[in-house]
């Protein structure tokens, strides 16, 4: 126990017996006595039953109905005072004149202790009142603060926008009310308030759920304008992981990271190891999200840095640190449904085994993800082709790939006419091509077409028949 | 999801022996001083004053009374005038201030027998209300008095005629929340606990809990009745959620079994209502955490409202004697720091540490 907390203890007590004796007996209330009050309601209801109506025979004759039946309404009109103990109100001000500025921190900070114990067990309204009595004693930016979030809970939008507003005067910088007033403004649909709020904190993972929800709810209304979204998620599964940004310079260093980056990994900006600024990457991912605005070359050469990059981090890290990544999928929204929100797994695309290969050939067959294939297909040199699938060719692969093979591959026809040569090779080819469909032979017939139609150096149209033939 | 580094340690701060027997320990509030009751070998009564200084415990003080002091209490007096009402072995209430202790404060002859349990409220800037204090004794009355009343209690509990007198071995304030209300529960030898209604001047609520009943107190006086820890022989002590009564079934609790003796003590943290700490008759001291369960309140098949009981987790234990731990006491001023006595005629200092993270 600390020496400082003695000689503090010791001046405090040295203040309250020096206090001057302020003579409360006035505020005490009375002697607790129940026993009188209860006599008193007695007498009254004895004096009650003394008026009574005329009871003689003879009485009746001078009984005037008239005056009896003014009589009653009279009394209607002024009902007897019931007397009630009044039923005792929670104080929701203390009566403060009388105490001085220590006891009134004092009972300021015991009111808002109460306020947090009923807040965690549940009992919003009771700590609202708390909140209320600590504050009608000393005006503080935590009772206002702890006020707005139980205000938050029971969903009373408006008084909880008040109270933050009070903190903020207090206190300009007070990160909980910047978020507490941001899920406010959600609320309450101003949708244009809340994400300034979130921007002022760049590196809180709250925040940045928050406004990533926020955007996606401002860019839902406009997704018929073409436009690319940047939608940054995480790998779990990856045993490779790595931080990524889409600015991610490869030479920053890496030796600090392991630590840093498991807390960070939930974090937009780079890991503080970055010799980066973080403002400036984080406003251009900002940017990016708010414009909306983009070009499929750029999107293409942003996937090229993205994987370079992943691969550049991978071969230099060293594998044993447990560690998350980040990779960012980018969404098209032009291309219809097959490649929107797409999980790309984030191992290299410069697979060096079968198991590799079909990993994610795997995946992106699973998601329907023809871009992914296409990545795939052009990064392998085309003899590896059928080494790489090996014995994992089937009907729905096959397919898979004769797709995009179609659909992407159309700008390189002399890389797609060696794919093709090579595929034919294949461990069961000729068996899933004897199980093909209409559609995949429609696929087929298309790609040919497109081949004959090219003319190139290294292959002829006698070339591009000939393989046709094995096809179809 | 804590570690065992992470748990509340219980640790030994300070020791001191006594050569009297001392019942009660309290801290004397806004100082780090505090005070000892007990009975010495002459059978007299005696208080003494001890303060912390670098660590040791020096006495400051020492008032020998001519009868022996079984309890205490700083409850019902203010900040400044930190009177000590003491209840001993005659029967007798005396409200001192330690300054000028030689002639009480306020006197009188409370009950027929030993006043086994002492309790006030209205206090140290804590609540609302009326300064009072309860007493319980063997006489199995339990009394109110108001230190601006001389001679008769504010109100009496007494058993009806023709009742047998039961002990009564603990009384505990609570729902002092505004100027009028009060409750006072009290537990009896025969393991019945009541809760009386000053306000109403009733009965509240009874119950049984199978054994005696050695110390009772509620989470916090000066809120709407939360919740009432119930301690007992034969190592039990329930909680009771005192936020819903049920017309019939009263209120929800949960009980546990710890110590495998009596608990002779139970003692809320001031600074967070949920933690309390229990004291055993083999020495030791168990710190416990209560978790609210999701809904404290449900209907039951008739759309009556009852009370829920959550859980009690033990957060640590320790044992510091081999005797009987007989009073406990957390200080208001610093969070974790408790001084506790015990009938091996020691008393100790303790600090419990990373309550804050509990």
């Given at each position: 126990m600390s020496q400082q907390w003695e000689t503090n203890i010791r001046m405090n007590e040295v203040k309250v017996n020096d206090?001057?004796?302020?003579?409360?007996a006035d505020s005490v209330p009375a002697i607790r006595c129940s026993n009188a009050l209860q006599e008193n309601t007695r007498s009254e209801v004895k004096k009650h039953k003394t008026a009574s109506l005329p009871r003689a025979y003879r009485d009746w004759d001078r009984f005037d109905v008239e005056k009896e039946c003014a009589k009653i309404d009279e009394c209607d009109m002024n009902p007897p005072e019931v007397i009630t103990r009044p039923a005792p109100q929670?104080?929701?001000?203390?009566?403060?004149?009388?105490?001085r500025d220590q006891e009134k921190d004092a009972l300021a900070c015991r009111e808002k202790d109460k306020g947090n114990e009923s807040f965690r067990s549940g009992d919003y309204e009771e700590a609202v009142v708390c909140y209320t009595r600590s504050l009608s004693l000393v005006p503080s930016a935590a009772a206002f603060n702890n006020r707005a979030q139980t205000h938050i809970r029971l969903q009373r939008w408006s008084a909880a926008l008040s109270d933050c507003q009070a903190v903020l005067q207090l206190e300009p910088d007070n990160v909980k009310a910047l978020l507490r007033r941001s899920t406010v403004h959600k609320h309450l649909g101003h949708l244009k308030e809340s994400p300034d709020d979130l921007l002022k904190?760049?590196?809180?993972t709250t925040a940045q759920k928050v406004l990533k929800e926020e955007t996606a709810a401002e860019t839902h209304p406009q997704k018929h304008r073409a436009g690319r979204k940047l939608f940054i998620q995480e790998c779990?599964?990856?045993?490779?992981p790595e931080i990524m940004t889409n600015?991610?310079?490869?030479?920053?260093?890496?030796?600090?990271?392991?630590e840093e980056s498991v807390q960070?990994?939930?974090?937009?900006?780079?890991?503080?190891?970055?010799?980066?600024?973080p403002p400036t990457e984080l406003t251009h991912l900002k940017n990016e999200e708010h414009l909306l605005l983009g070009e499929k070359e750029a999107l293409e050469t942003n996937t090229q840095t993205v994987s370079e990059n992943t691969q550049a981090e991978t071969r230099r890290r060293s594998p044993s640190k447990p560690r998350r990544s980040v990779p960012i999928t980018e969404v098209e929204?032009?291309?219809?449904?097959?490649?929107?929100a797409v999980n790309r797994?984030?191992?290299?695309?410069?697979?060096?085994n079968a198991f590799e290969f079909g990993q994610v050939l795997n995946a992106a067959c699973a998601h329907g993800d023809l871009l992914t294939c296409a990545d795939l297909l052009r990064n392998i040199p085309s003899e590896r082709l059928p080494q790489y699938i090996s014995t994992q060719l089937n009907g729905q692969t096959f397919s898979f790939i004769i797709k995009t093979l179609n659909k992407h591959l159309r700008s390189h026809p002399q890389l797609l006419y060696e794919h093709l040569k090579h595929l034919?090779?294949?461990?069961r080819f000729s068996m899933v091509l004897m199980l093909l469909d209409s559609e995949d032979r429609s696929q087929l017939m298309d790609i040919f077409q497109n081949l004959c139609d090219v003319q190139t150096q290294t292959f002829s149209r006698n070339d591009v028949k000939s393989l046709s033939n094995k096809y179809i | 999801m804590s570690t065992s580094l992470e748990k509340p340690q219980i640790i030994a701060h300070i020791q001191k022996s006594l050569n009297y027997t001392v019942f009660e320990s309290k801290w004397i509030p806004c100082s780090a001083k505090f005070v000892c009751m007990g009975n010495l070998a002459r059978g007299t009564g005696v208080i003494q004053i001890y303060e912390i200084q670098h660590g040791e415990l020096q006495l400051v003080k020492e008032i020998e009374k001519a009868k022996p002091i079984k309890c205490g209490t700083?409850?019902?007096?203010?900040l400044q005038q930190r009177h000590l009402a003491t209840g001993d072995f005659d029967g007798s209430l005396n409200v001192w201030n330690l300054e000028v202790?030689?002639?009480?404060?306020y006197s009188v002859?409370?009950?027929?027998?030993?006043?086994n349990s002492i309790d006030g409220v209205?206090?140290?800037?804590?609540?609302?209300g009326a300064p009072e204090i309860v007493t319980g004794s063997r006489d199995g009355t339990v009394k109110v008095w108001d230190p601006?009343?001389?001679?008769?209690?504010?109100a009496n509990m007494e058993p009806g005629e023709g009742e047998t007198k039961r002990d009564c071995w603990t009384v505990a304030f609570g729902h002092?929340?505004?100027?009028?209300d009060r409750c006072v529960c009290a537990g009896y030898d025969n393991g019945d606990i009541k809760i009386f209604d000053l306000r109403n001047m009733s009965l509240r609520w009874e119950t049984n809990i199978k054994n005696g009943v050695c110390c009772v107190e509620f989470?916090?006086?000066?809120?709407?009745?939360n919740k009432l820890v119930a301690t007992s022989l034969e190592g039990r002590f329930h909680v009771f959620d005192m936020r819903t009564q049920h017309p019939t079934i009263g209120f929800a609790s949960v009980s546990e079994k710890a110590?495998?003796?009596?608990?002779w003590q139970v003692r809320h943290l001031p600074q967070n209502r949920d933690i309390f700490m229990t004291t055993g008759g083999a020495g030791n001291l168990h710190l416990w955490k209560y978790e609210y369960p999701a809904q404290r309140s449900k209907k039951d098949a008739d759309d009556v409202d009852m009370g829920v009981a959550g859980s009690v987790n033990l957060l640590q234990n320790v044992t510091?004697?081999?005797?009987?731990?007989?009073s406990l006491d957390w200080s208001p001023d610093k969070q974790g720091l408790c001084v506790c006595s015990s009938f091996d005629q020691s008393v100790r200092v303790l600090i419990v540490t990373k309550l804050n993270r509990v």
């Open positions: 206090s001057s004796m302020i003579c409360d929670d104080k929701h001000m203390r009566n403060s004149a009388a105490l904190e760049p590196y809180n779990d599964d990856c045993d490779d600015t991610h310079n490869s030479e920053t260093p890496n030796t600090d990271r392991s960070t990994n939930r974090r937009v900006g780079p890991a503080p190891g970055t010799t980066k600024a929204d032009e291309e219809g449904d097959e490649d929107s797994p984030s191992v290299s695309l410069q697979p060096s034919q090779t294949t461990h | 700083f409850g019902a007096t203010s202790p030689d002639c009480p404060v002859k409370a009950h027929k027998e030993i006043v209205g206090g140290l800037g804590i609540g609302d601006r009343q001389k001679e008769t209690p504010v002092a929340f505004n100027d009028q989470d916090r006086k000066d809120i709407n009745m110590h495998k003796s009596t608990i510091v004697s081999t005797q009987p731990i007989s």
